[in-house]
């Protein structure tokens, strides 16, 4: 950890924990008609998507994503792009990959997917959403609002907390993104953007604490 990052005390520890398990869904990866690598800053989105199409859970993937201010020094020529030549040097053949490279938030990765997949002639029934371990829970809530008649999966790298925190190196910013992530979901159906989620009692007061202690530079005007 470099000096101009904030190390997390033991309590902050723990509510970042509570939120982290929140944002997972829990869900069983299981076959599907197709998946949606979702584009991100998270390279381990393609390589979790690529294990899962290994294991043969489903024929046909898409990767969604264009660049945003965090990705583009990352990724030049699109998240989708650079998610897309991963999972190929994974061995993913490239006919099972289909690309859409322009989306710039969850709603679009959902929307122009589907646009993608329908023009391939693929109307899927069910689908696994694979997401950064945090975004789980918004990419699904999102999905279920803009594409009520599928049924959704949720998946993501199987990390501890602690080997996320590792993995960035970064423990501010990934608190700031686990709690710029639940403000998301609890805001998001008031905008229409995605359907409610309950939040429980103890995960709220643990957002709240976080926020009061200064974890907020992920945090949008609500």
């Not at 897309?84 to 006919?95: G, N, W």
């Not at 997949?117 to 959403?129: E, K, Q, S």
């Amino acid at each position: 950890m470099s000096d101009n990052q904030q190390a997390i005390t033991e309590d902050q520890w723990h509510q970042a924990k509570s939120i982290w398990d929140y944002h997972q869904m829990h869900h069983e990866a299981r076959p599907v008609d197709v998946a949606i690598g979702l584009g991100s800053h998270d390279l381990g989105v393609a390589t979790r998507t690529a294990e899962l199409y290994h294991a043969g859970l489903f024929p046909t993937l898409v990767f969604t994503g264009g660049n945003s201010p965090t990705t583009a020094e990352v990724f030049p020529r699109g998240e989708a792009v650079h998610f897309r030549e991963h999972a190929i040097d994974l061995d993913v053949p490239t006919a099972a990959i289909l690309l859409e490279p322009h989306a710039a938030n969850t709603g679009q990765n959902i929307t122009l997917a589907r646009e993608v997949l329908a023009d391939a002639g693929i109307t899927p029934t069910t689908v696994l959403l694979v997401s950064k371990p945090y975004m789980e829970r918004r990419s699904y809530a999102t999905a279920r609002k803009l594409w009520s008649e599928v049924e959704i999966v949720c998946a993501s790298e199987t990390l501890e907390f602690d080997d996320y925190l590792k993995s960035i190196g970064d423990e501010k910013l990934v608190v700031d993104m686990l709690v710029g992530d639940l403000q998301r979901v609890i805001e998001y159906p008031k905008l229409g953007f995605a359907i409610e989620q309950e939040v429980p009692e103890d995960v709220h007061a643990a957002y709240e604490s976080l926020i009061r202690d200064g974890f907020t530079s992920r945090l949008i005007a609500s």
